[in-house]
Nanobody, 122 residues
Framework: QVQFVESGGGLVQPGGSLRLSCAASGSIFNIFAMGWYRQVPGKQRDVVAV???????NYVDSVKGRFTIFRDNANNTVYLQMNSLKPEDTAVYYCNGDDSISTVLRADFASWGQGTQVTVSS
């Protein structure tokens, strides 16, 4: 079973940038579609960005032009570069992946990692 560990969150001022990292265990990472998700207290976890195994990227409308998802298969890592951050981006960010793109898009995973907190505030 592949496991994912998120890192890179923190406190940043509006307009600032952060890069989140997601390290995957296991050698089958390269066949996975990967997604970044976020959740605020009391709300469901929503997909933010997805990168397929052939490097096709998709984003939720609210982050288009500001966030970039990219993967490094050699190092079993996927990143989320977040620029022009806004207070409404404040959330716990999670990554996850599967060889089924529908699973990734629906966030239909049996387990999640700890996530990394991103707080955008002045």
């Amino acid at each position: 079973q592949v496991q994912f560990v998120e890192s890179g969150g923190g406190l940043v001022q509006p307009g600032g940038s952060l890069r989140l990292s997601c390290a995957a265990s296991g050698s089958i990472f390269n066949i996975f579609a990967m997604g970044w998700y976020r959740q605020v207290p009391g709300k469901q976890r929503d997909v933010v960005a997805v990168v397929t195994r052939d490097y096709t990227m998709n984003y939720v409308d609210s982050v288009k032009g500001r966030f970039t998802i990219f993967r490094d298969n050699a190092n079993n890592t996927v990143y989320l570069q977040m620029n022009s951050l806004k207070p409404e981006d404040t959330a716990v960010y999670y990554c996850n992946g599967d060889d089924s793109i529908s699973t990734v898009l629906r966030a239909d995973f049996a387990s999640w990692g700890q996530g990394t907190q991103v707080t955008v505030s002045s």
